[in-house]
């Protein structure tokens, strides 16, 4: 949550390293994973539809790391 964007192009792969993210409470396991993207005018918490953009993926929690080797395809949300 509020991972700062920084510098971005849309259709570009943008790596972040280190993110904080809280754990806390979370058992190891399999989970899916989801990144919003909160544009000017969009909802917070609830992305809205078609203004807001969401990528989905499964991943597997064995660490207090989190490493996501495949990066996430944004689509524009539409609910």
Same mark, same amino acid.
């Given at each position: 949550?509020? !991972?700062?964007? #920084? $510098? /971005?192009?849309?259709?570009?792969?943008?790596?972040?390293?280190?993110a904080?993210? *809280?754990?806390?409470?979370?058992?190891?396991?399999?989970?899916?994973?989801a990144?919003?993207?909160? !544009?000017?005018? #969009? $909802? /917070?918490?609830?992305?809205?539809?078609?203004?807001?953009?969401?990528?989905?993926? *499964?991943?597997?929690?064995?660490?207090?790391?989190?490493?996501?080797?495949?990066?996430?395809?944004?689509?524009?949300?539409?609910?």
């Amino acid at each position: 949550m509020d !991972v700062p964007l #920084g $510098n /971005y192009t849309f259709g570009e792969v943008t790596e972040y390293r280190n993110a904080d993210i *809280n754990l806390l409470g979370v058992d190891y396991g399999d989970y899916a994973m989801a990144v919003n993207i909160y !544009v000017a005018g #969009g $909802n /917070y918490p609830i992305p809205t539809s078609g203004k807001d953009y969401m990528g989905l993926q *499964n991943i597997t929690i064995n660490s207090n790391t989190i490493a996501v080797e495949t990066p996430f395809e944004l689509e524009i949300l539409v609910y």
